[in-house]
């Protein structure tokens, strides 16, 4: 499973990882933060009883042989909006 995470996201891919049904794979731009986000939700796995292997990574090569890829996309909210 590859799951670019955004904010809104974030949820879903933790309830794919406290599943155990897929490994989740997230990608982002901003180096560090799909690391840290998927270091999270792997040690959640003691407490759910996941045995999920979550990755967090800055390039699509840890994608390869995906069997589900979703794909979101967006701007970041700059205070702006309505």
């Given at each position: 499973?590859?799951?670019v995470p955004g904010m809104s996201?974030?949820?879903f891919a933790q309830r794919l990882?406290?599943?155990g049904y897929c490994n989740v794979v997230m990608v982002d731009i901003i180096e560090?933060?799909?690391q840290g986000k998927g270091l999270d939700m792997l040690q959640?796995?003691?407490i759910t009883g996941?045995?999920?292997h979550v990755i967090g990574t800055n390039s699509y090569e840890e994608t390869a042989n995906s069997d589900i890829v979703i794909i979101?996309?967006?701007v970041p909210e700059n205070g702006h909006e309505p």
């Open positions: 499973m590859l799951l996201e974030l949820p990882a406290d599943t560090g933060l799909p959640t796995g003691a996941s045995d999920s979101t996309s967006g």
